[in-house]
Every structure is written in structure tokens, then in C-alpha cells.
């Protein structure tokens, strides 16, 4: 079964570094989205993308964020300069896309595990 | 706003019974998808059910099922013959306005812990 896959599981950086999450999506998949989970607490959406461009961003999204699709096949997220409160969960999901129900599901990767230290 | 609200932080069930696990909404929207999520301890998450506003079935996936009752905003999670192996964390979201914004919007989420 196709699956999302994100590297790497588990990322430690120093305060004040920068850090790319990588996601591959499930190959026909059209849209794309960050979430992000802070230990403990619930899951919290930071942006989606489609067709090379930012959808919807989050008050969390600020300009310490970004997102890319460089070759057209990773999905990336960017944090210019981590900050001890970005230590988290992050997640990336993606979905096909339409007006079918069924192609609105949102799958989601296994999750990179963010230590700013 | 829209909202996800899971009452239960924590449930017990004993292997082979059935346990439901509440969600409830709130939504102005008359199109929406509500969807379940399985986080094990290992914490990916997994797809579960989903239902859309207009659908007139309650969907069911396997031993998963989704008891919606549209007029009072609930979307609870039936599992049936439990499994040790669904012990988790299990989220609620929801999505709503579907042909722009579709982010979802989570629950705070039930731990289910299954018991022999």
C-alpha cells in the first residue's frame, strides 16, 4: 500500500539552526500539508500547498517557515532558525484532491520528531 | 469557528468487548468530512473512518464504525471486538469547506488502553 514518507524520524538541533523535514508523498497525490503536534497536546495544521503554491498557512506559519517542492517530488519544511518552542511532532499528510469524498482522505506520514536543544 | 471536542481523555476496555469513543462538532458549514485517527505509542497516524456530511450510512470500516447523528454533532467511534493492539491514541477532526480551505481540525484526543 502506498505510504507518505518522511525523514528523517528524528532530528536534534541547536537553537537558533536550520532544519528541512523531508516528505515524500504517495505518488498521485496533489496536495500537501504540514502539521505539527507539541508533545502531550493535540494536532495542530501549519500550512497546506497545492500546485506550487501555498494554500493556507496557520498563525504558527510565521516567517521562520517555509515550505518547497524543488523536484517535484519531495516536500519539504524549513525553520530558518529553530526555536526551543518548535521542538515537536511535525507531520506531513497528503491527499489526491476532487469533490469525491473519499479522495478528501488526508494520509499522513509516520512523523519527524524535532529536539531543539 | 469550527471545533472538535473529545470528552474522554482516557478509556478502558477489556479484549473482545466494543467501546465507543465520543466526538462531538460544531460547525456552521452544511458540507463537512469528519475523520478518525489512530495514533499507537509509536506516533504515526493512522487513517480510520471518514465520514461526509451528506452521507446517509454511517460508514464502516472492518471492526471500526462511525455512529453519526448529524442533528446533535456527534461522530463517535464504535470498535468492536477490541484488540490489545488497539490500544492508542485516538483523534477526532474534522474538515470542513471543501473545494478551498481543507485543513483539518483535530480533537484533543482519547487514549484507549485495551486490557486482557
Known amino acids: 500500500e502506498p505510504e507518505v514518507t518522511q525523514t528523517p524520524s528524528h532530528q536534534v538541533t541547536q537553537m537558533g539552526q536550520e532544519v528541512i523535514l523531508r516528505c515524500v508523498p504517495i505518488?498521485?497525490?496533489?496536495?500537501f500539508y504540514w502539521y505539527r503536534q507539541i508533545l502531550g497536546q493535540k494536532v495542530e495544521f501549519l500550512v497546506s500547498f497545492y500546485n506550487n503554491e501555498i494554500s493556507e498557512k496557520s498563525e504558527i506559519f510565521d516567517d521562520q517557515f517555509s515550505v518547497e517542492r524543488p523536484d517535484g517530488s519531495n516536500f519539504t519544511l524549513k525553520i530558518r532558525s529553530t526555536k526551543l518552542e518548535d521542538s515537536a511532532m511535525y507531520f506531513c499528510?497528503?491527499?489526491?484532491?476532487?469533490?469525491?469524498?473519499?479522495?478528501?482522505?488526508?494520509?499522513f506520514g509516520a512523523g519527524t520528531r524535532l529536539s531543539v536543544l | 469557528a469550527q471545533k472538535i471536542t473529545q470528552t474522554q481523555p482516557g478509556m478502558f476496555v477489556q479484549e473482545k468487548e466494543a467501546v465507543t469513543l465520543d466526538c462531538t462538532y460544531d460547525?456552521?458549514?452544511?458540507?463537512?468530512?469528519l475523520f478518525w485517527y489512530k495514533q499507537p505509542s509509536s506516533g504515526e497516524m493512522i487513517f480510520l473512518i471518514y465520514?461526509?456530511?451528506?452521507?446517509?450510512q454511517n460508514a464502516t470500516e472492518g471492526r471500526y464504525s462511525l455512529n453519526f447523528q448529524k442533528a446533535r454533532k456527534s461522530a463517535n467511534l464504535v470498535i468492536s471486538a477490541s484488540q490489545l493492539g488497539d490500544s492508542a491514541m485516538y483523534f477526532c477532526?474534522?474538515?470542513?469547506?471543501?473545494?478551498?480551505?481543507?485543513?483539518?481540525?483535530f480533537g484533543t484526543g482519547t487514549r484507549l488502553q485495551v486490557f486482557p
Open positions: 460547525t456552521s458549514d452544511q458540507s463537512y468530512g
Open positions: 477532526a474534522m474538515r470542513d469547506a471543501p473545494y478551498n480551505t481543507d485543513k483539518l481540525i
Open positions: 499528510a497528503t491527499k489526491t484532491g476532487g469533490p469525491d469524498g473519499a479522495k478528501n482522505i488526508q494520509y
Open positions: 465520514q461526509g456530511s451528506y452521507d446517509e
Open positions: 505518488s498521485n497525490h496533489l496536495y
